[in-house]
């Protein structure tokens, strides 16, 4: 994967006006919505819209779905005109095309499973979130080995599963991902983000990506 001179940064589960305040302060580059009802961080379409009316330009809504009813992804689509949408259930790529927005699909990663022929079924991505695969759906705060992902994906990947400001340097380092993706991570309790926790996590992520860009600047011995 090759990696990018800022590696982008997702924060997920947001609930609060102050969470999305401090999170955009911190530096994150999108803010993800939970439109999964089983979810402690759900929010409605119409809550999200009124978080999401807070963000400045060049910082992305991104809604998340698992499996949800047509019903429940026109609103969210209506709701959030510039929404990336995130679908993270069973949908097909016909289900993942029918909306007509650009999407990031994703991936529950196991022993055995086949990212590049997933990456090829939904060759139409913005990108895939590759996440580890535990019971349920929505993201389990687990992080999944590394080493399972192939360095040749041709989509954008979003590293996502357990980061925190602990690993995320180590996580960007392995995989160079595209970007990263953070919720359980810089809580305080769930869907309550702690100003501080996003503070380390995202001058973690700049860390990160200045080791990389001083490696890749020095010159050979």
């Known amino acids: 994967m090759k990696h990018h001179a800022s590696t982008r940064i997702k924060i997920c589960g947001l609930t609060r ?4 305040d401090l999170a955009v ?3 994150a580059d999108a803010i993800g919505f939970v439109f999964y009802e089983r979810s402690p961080r759900y929010v409605s379409p119409a809550r999200a819209a009124e978080l999401a009316r807070r963000l400045p330009p060049f910082v992305t809504p991104v809604g998340l779905f698992v499996n949800a009813s047509p019903a429940l992804l026109a609103q969210g689509l ?3 005109p510039n929404m990336l949408v995130q679908f993270h259930g069973d949908e097909t790529p016909a289900d993942c095309r029918a909306p007509g927005r650009p999407f ?8 055995g499973f086949d990212l590049l022929d997933f990456a090829h079924q939904f060759s139409e991505a913005s990108g895939l979130l590759v996440d580890a695969h535990v019971e349920g759906y929505g993201g389990g705060g687990k992080v999944f080995d590394w080493s399972l992902l192939p360095t040749n994906v041709p989509r954008p990947v979003v590293l996502s599963g357990g980061l925190h400001a602990g690993n995320v340097i180590e996580g960007i380092l392995r995989v160079r991902p595209w970007a ?3 919720s359980s ?3 305080e309790a769930k869907g309550l983000k702690s100003a ?3 503070r380390q996590f995202c001058d973690a992520v700049r ?15």
């Open 17 to 20: 006006e102050a969470d999305v």
């Open 25 to 27: 302060e911190a530096g």
């Open 78 to 80: 209506a709701a959030l």
């Open 104 to 111: 990031l699909r994703a991936a529950r990663m196991e022993p």
């Open 180 to 182: 990263v993706d953070v």
């Open 185 to 187: 991570g810089v809580e």
């Open 196 to 198: 501080a926790l996003m």
């Open 207 to 221: 860390q990160a990506d200045a080791q990389i860009a001083g490696a890749v600047s020095a010159p050979s011995l």
